[in-house]
């Protein structure tokens, strides 16, 4: 049915958007430069509306992405759902992605690289554990394959353990033995690797005792 505008209003949020009124009631926003062809009191027919409406749904669900992501990198898989939980169609949805993509606003390779520094910066965790986060965020097996070629599990164990020697330095052989195999357990780490991690710190003990 066709309906009349009734103003063009200045958007706030956005200079570059007008927000546009149909039959005395707030429609949605059009493009300063579409807006020119516009005024009031014209007649719009539903192609014309569909189609001026459907730009603002572009607009839209692009600002909600860059908005979402600007908080911290995302994944595609991430950027897809929060998109679908706001009510956007799957074509839009693939659209908006890809112009994000394209714009090098989303890249899984450079989210998983990213991801695995955090983890290893502010939670350590294993090989398997990493993978099966990163998996989960949507990063195909390719790329977490890629990404996780230098991760060697014995190191970061031993890694996890150094930050915590002075906390644990009062424990005896059994009691150490026993805390650094169940803290490592629930960060994914193996027995082997735990035990690994185990006797480097008592090495780096013994070391210490030696020097003192």
Known sequence: MAQVIT???TYKRNSGRVCLYLNDRYAFTVKLLDSAGLKKGQVLDDGRISELKKEHDR???YSRAIHYISFRPRSRQEVE???TGKG???EMIS???GRLVGENHINDEDFARLWISSRKLHKPKSRSALR???LQKGIDSETV??????????EMARKIVEKRLRRWSRLNPEELKKKVVNYLK???FSYEASINAYQHIRSLQSQAAINR
């Open 7 to 9: 103003d063009l209003t």
């Open 59 to 61: 607009y839209q669900a």
């Open 81 to 83: 759902r929060y998109l």
């Open 88 to 90: 956007f169609r799957s």
């Open 95 to 97: 659209n908006t992605v």
């Open 132 to 134: 099966y986060e990163l």
């Open 145 to 154: 394959a890629a990404v996780m070629v230098d991760i060697d599990d014995n």
């Open 186 to 188: 629930t960060c994914g």
